[in-house]
């Protein structure tokens, strides 16, 4: 890599879906730039995914900038291995300028509106950069995980890769996301004792009415709502809803298949997990939001004057769940026979490396208006809901990112 003063238009921090799509997009108005990846194309995908991962957009929805799926399974899942190969793919096909394994470790202001990047093979200069190093990158575990007994192994889920690799013994997953819920069948249908503490989260039917469910979301424009149409007056936003990756999970269905649902974990009392007595209403609550979202699709469908089929029922939704008689307030993990605790509690994105003023926050992350920053010539690109509630899937690549480029040349 070449350290000489030579301004480039513009780097990307990233090579996954987001910063490839940049990329290609900064290609097609002629900007000069280079893509700087940590380690390979896609990274986050091979390393942070557990290996029966499938990716939750079908596979007519789930491609890059000008490609379209010409399968054979348009709504089929693809697998973490076979995404990979695509961005892959897609990088060598567009001849993207990607720099792999350069990991960037400061990024800082210099004169005139230049910016500086420090690399381990040297430094780089641009008057734009687009971070798409993603906000969904470092763990988040409640403050109280370490006083847990050095006993339990803890992990999160971008570590957990297969039931084989865990301890023998049973496996408590903590939280009831789309990572919670997947992980904990996977555990389930490998045989393993499973405990389940799960969280106020919604949850999506696989499919409804003969199509993939995201398939309506997007069609219906479900996936525009604005971001602030859907964040809470505290600020907070609540996590994307639980979906199967293949097909429909529920809390019942987990039940019924072994996984023991427990309420909220709060915290460790005398060497004993202790859950909270709301069990219940998580299930309530993921119950009403999928029946919200069929009916905003079936509002939508009589509004369109679709010729879609009549809904039908899901085992998911319909089986019975096998729950205690009565609310389990605490375990102890000895007693139990617990060996490994999975946190599938969120994550956050790892800035530490961004050392430029107005960007970000108090908790070191990203402070911008739908993806650009309030220091000009710094941009953010596939942040999790960072205008919509598709902002952060594969789904945004085509609208969201070319008008940051678009952005991005108004400058020049």
Same mark, same amino acid.
């Given at each position: 890599m070449s350290s000489k003063a030579d301004v480039l238009d513009a780097i990307v921090v990233g090579a996954g879906w987001a910063g490839l799509g940049v990329s290609y997009a900064l290609m097609r108005v002629g900007l000069r730039h280079r893509v700087l990846e940590r380690g390979r194309i896609g990274e986050t995908w091979r390393t942070q995914r557990w290996d029966s991962f499938r990716m939750n957009t079908p596979n007519i929805q789930t491609i890059m900038p000008g490609d379209r799926y010409d399968g054979p399974d348009p709504e089929g899942f693809m697998t973490r291995d076979a995404f990979v190969a695509l961005l892959e793919d897609f990088a060598e096909r567009n001849r993207l300028p990607v720099e792999m394994n350069t990991p960037v470790t400061e990024l800082a202001?210099?004169?005139?509106?230049?910016?500086?990047?420090?690399?381990? %093979?040297?430094s780089l200069r641009a008057r734009n950069v687009v971070i798409a190093s993603g906000n969904l990158n470092r763990s988040l575990r409640p403050a109280w995980a370490g006083a847990l007994s050095a006993a339990l192994m803890q992990i999160d889920a971008s570590d957990y890769r297969n039931p084989a690799a865990l301890p023998a013994g049973a496996v408590l997953v903590v939280g009831s996301g789309q990572s919670g819920g997947q992980i904990a069948e996977d555990l389930a249908e490998a045989g393993r004792t499973v405990f389940l503490a799960t969280g106020r989260t919604g949850r999506m039917p696989r499919r409804y %009415?003969?199509?993939?469910? /995201?398939?309506?979301?997007?069609?219906?424009?479900?996936?525009?709502l604005p971001r602030k149409d859907f964040t809470e007056p505290s600020g907070r936003i609540a996590p994307r809803p639980l979906l199967g990756a293949v097909h429909t999970i529920s809390l019942q269905?987990?039940?019924?298949?072994? /996984? /023991?649902l427990l !309420?909220?974990?709060?915290? /460790?009392?005398? !060497?004993?997990?202790a859950f909270a007595d709301d069990l219940a209403e998580h299930i309530r609550f993921a119950d009403e939001t999928s029946a919200n979202i069929k009916r905003q699709i079936d509002e939508? &469908?009589? %509004?369109?004057?679709?010729?879609?089929?009549?809904?039908?029922?899901?085992?998911a939704e319909i089986v019975a769940p096998r729950l205690s008689n009565s609310p389990i307030h605490s375990i102890d993990p000895a007693e139990c026979g617990l060996t490994t605790l999975i946190w599938c509690t969120g994550f956050e994105g790892d800035f530490s490396w961004v050392?430029?003023?107005s960007v970000l926050d108090a908790r070191g992350q990203p402070v911008h208006q739908e993806g650009v920053a309030a220091l000009p010539? &710094?941009?953010f690109a596939g942040l999790d809901f960072s205008s919509t509630r598709k902002s952060g899937t594969i789904l945004s690549v085509a609208d969201e990112l070319p008008a940051l480029v678009e952005h991005i040349a108004g400058r020049h």
């Open positions: 202001p210099e004169a005139d509106g230049i910016y500086r990047l420090t690399t381990s %093979r040297g %009415r003969g199509h993939d469910i /995201v398939i309506w979301l997007v069609q219906s424009g479900l996936f525009d269905s987990l039940s019924a298949q072994g /996984v /023991v !309420g909220r974990c709060t915290g /460790v009392e005398s !060497g004993r997990l939508y &469908i009589a %509004r369109a004057e679709i010729d879609a089929s009549a809904p039908e029922p899901d085992p050392q430029l003023p010539g &710094i941009y």
